[in-house]
């Protein structure tokens, strides 16, 4: 009997419900860091229009049994104004629930009047905080000064407690690293990336794993990743309707397109565990996918920086596989960094 065999597919594991939900509003950005785990930067120019997001909005807000919290990203959300304002003017007039949150990595606050005009805007459409990126990576395209100016002035429109700055200690001491030499810089973001904050998944995948300490693929062995795909509660939705777990990019858990994020989720809880791909991954782990693939010619490399990295690797290899694909998207996450 094979070791893949052997799983006991049958067993219990209930699926959390999803009670927050992302909406990402695109994969533009104005940027694109090394630890992007959605592969975003100014050359995708995927969107989802406001009637797309209205509807899932509507979807999410009456999911049973109790609704998902929203919040919108990208991409950059602010890279269209309009759109995003347009968006949560109408979702307030349509009574879909409150906004919880909204991210950015802050590149548009270049003059305090405009942040605390558009502040003000966001906050009379019902949002309730706005969380703005810094770190080394984000600020090898952002200027500090455009972080410190949004988050000084949120502060004073909305209240500090409804402001979260990720991460508060790089706001305090940062600075902008596209002026450091390129050795520098990777110095920098080996050891930031060392300190565990962020998950190899991604265009971090292949970025940020270089100069970390690898382990062999077995040393992976027995990480099942039930966790994150199933008790996370925590979603994404990209502009073509994916319907995704909240960090692991390009794993597709169904299409919000296609039906109500009620029967994603159910349909989920029923048969998750016959699926090849995140069945797999929920089971065993990115080890057991790698032995899935490797009967189809996946060849490992000798060593990972964890084992997100280790399943991004198979995964990047299965997204062309049949019998895998319909859980892999986008396709071009994969190829695209
Ligand atoms: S991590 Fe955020 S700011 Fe950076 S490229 Fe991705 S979406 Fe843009
Ligand atoms: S190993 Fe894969 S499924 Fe598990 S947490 Fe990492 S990205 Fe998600």
Redesign the pocket.
């Known amino acids: 009997m094979s070791y893949m065999d052997r799983l006991d597919r049958s067993a219990p594991m209930p699926v959390k419900h999803w009670s927050f939900a992302g909406l990402m509003l695109t994969y533009w950005?104005n940027?694109?860091?090394a630890?992007?785990y959605?592969c975003?930067?100014p050359h995708r120019l995927e969107e989802m229009s406001v009637e797309e997001a209205l509807g899932y909005w509507e979807s999410l807000a009456t999911a049973e049994p109790m609704g998902c919290r929203v919040h919108l990203s990208?991409?950059?959300p602010f890279g269209d104004w309009e759109r995003l304002v347009e968006l949560c003017r109408r979702a307030q007039a349509q009574g879909l629930g409150p906004l919880e949150k909204i991210e950015t990595?802050a590149f548009w606050a270049t003059d305090a009047n405009l942040v605390h005009a558009r502040l003000e805007e966001l906050d009379r459409y019902g949002m309730g905080k706005l969380v703005i990126?810094t770190d080394p990576?984000?600020q090898e395209f952002v200027p500090m000064e455009h972080v410190r100016l949004a988050a000084r002035v949120a502060g004073e429109v909305l209240g500090e407690h409804r402001v979260q700055v990720r991460w508060r200690d790089w706001l305090k001491d940062g600075f902008d690293t596209d002026r450091l030499s390129p050795s520098q810089r990777a110095e920098l973001f080996a050891s930031y990336a060392a300190s565990g904050r962020d998950r190899f998944n991604g265009r971090a995948a292949v970025e940020l794993t270089r100069g970390q300490q690898l382990k062999a693929p077995i040393e992976f062995a027995d990480y099942p990743c039930a966790e994150r795909l199933l008790r996370s509660r925590h979603v994404h939705i990209d502009p073509q309707g994916r319907v995704m777990p909240g960090t692991c990019s390009g794993i597709v858990l169904g299409h919000a397109c296609r039906e109500p994020l009620g029967d994603i989720w159910r349909r989920l809880a029923d048969d998750y565990a016959s699926r090849p791909l995140t069945g797999t991954l929920a089971l065993v782990g990115p080890a057991g996918l790698a032995r899935l693939a490797e009967a189809t010619g996946f060849v490992p490399q000798s060593g990972y920086a964890g084992k997100c990295h280790l399943c991004w690797d198979v995964r990047r290899y299965l997204v062309g596989v049949s019998g895998f694909s319909d859980e892999l998207g986008p396709a071009w996450l994969y190829l695209d960094h």
């Open positions: 950005c940027a694109r860091c630890s992007c959605l975003c930067g990208g991409g950059e990595n990126s990576y984000h």
